[in-house]
């Protein structure tokens, strides 16, 4: 069993959420739920959503 290229990409893109919004990304993988496919490949069945620039910014001035 490995991670599909999704999962990865899910993966990535948590990572680089609690890196611009200063977070731990521990809550984040902990919720991700994972389902194989066919070819025995991981899936995340709950992907980060993508967040504007000015969302990210928003949050980091309401947390100051």
Do not use: C, W, Y
């Not at 069993?1 to 999704?6: C, D, F, G, V, Y």
């Not at 990409?9 to 984040?28: K, R, T």
Request: charged share 25%.
């Amino acid at each position: 069993m490995k991670l599909s290229h999704q999962a990865m990409g899910a993966i990535m893109m948590a990572l680089q959420n609690s890196i611009l919004e200063q977070s731990d990304i521990v809550p984040v993988l902990e919720d991700f739920d994972f389902d194989i496919t066919d070819n025995d490949d991981l899936v995340v069945m709950n992907p980060p959503q993508a967040k504007t620039i000015s969302e990210i910014e928003e949050k980091l001035a309401a947390d100051a």
